[in-house]
């Protein structure tokens, strides 16, 4: 199964995180065989503001478990996780994506819909994809939004991916690719 989990930066947090960097890359190195795609977002001026992890895991209770043992989140440098079902449209990890465009910044790309509903709303395609899927119901059963992973020139740009008729709340983070998994 599947996993979308974003860890969202508690303010003024970037001090704590830094000092448990190496915790945090010991506990993701666990995870490394199932990894989709990783990294932190930022904000316009740098500021750290979370964690991506979108990764294969056998069940929701071991995505929890993943979610709530990371050490940042332990310790207190999160205030909030987003952890959804999620599916792979792409079927790659994104290691398997190429350079891309050269004046390309990368984004985080959350959108939301209205109601949850059996058929969500088209994913966008495109070669400046890194990941893309549905965010999902517990059960994998409704589609409750979309998350996407993508290189877009500036954010208006990144927002445009997702149909802005068929979400009711988009938001746009700019994400760095993190580390090759091991």
């Given amino acids: ?50 964690s991506v992890h979108i990764l294969d895991l056998p069940d929701p209770t071991a995505a929890r478990a993943f979610a709530f043992d990371e050490p940042g989140y332990q310790a207190g440098a999160y205030r909030d ?26 984004y985080l790309v959350l959108g939301f819909t209205p109601d949850p509903a059996v058929d969500g709303p088209d994913l966008p395609v495109g070669d400046d994809l890194i990941a893309c899927g549905p965010l999902l119901s517990d059960d ?31 938001e746009v983070h700019q994400w760095r690719p993190g580390g090759r998994p091991s």
């Fill in 140 to 170: 994998g059963s409704l589609v409750l939004g979309a998350a996407v992973l993508l290189g877009a020139s500036d954010p208006d740009e990144a927002r445009g991916i997702l149909a802005a008729d068929c979400y009711t709340e988009v």
């Fill in 1 to 50: 199964m599947e996993f979308f989990c974003y860890h969202r930066d508690r303010p003024g947090s970037t001090p704590l995180r830094t000092r448990m960097v190496e915790q945090h890359w010991s506990y993701m190195d666990q995870f490394a065989a199932g990894m989709i795609a990783r990294g932190p977002t930022f904000t316009s001026d740098g500021t750290l503001t979370g």
């Fill in 81 to 106: 996780v987003l952890l959804r079902r999620w599916h792979n449209a792409l079927g790659r990890t994104m290691w398997d994506v190429g350079g891309g465009r050269p004046d390309a910044n990368r």
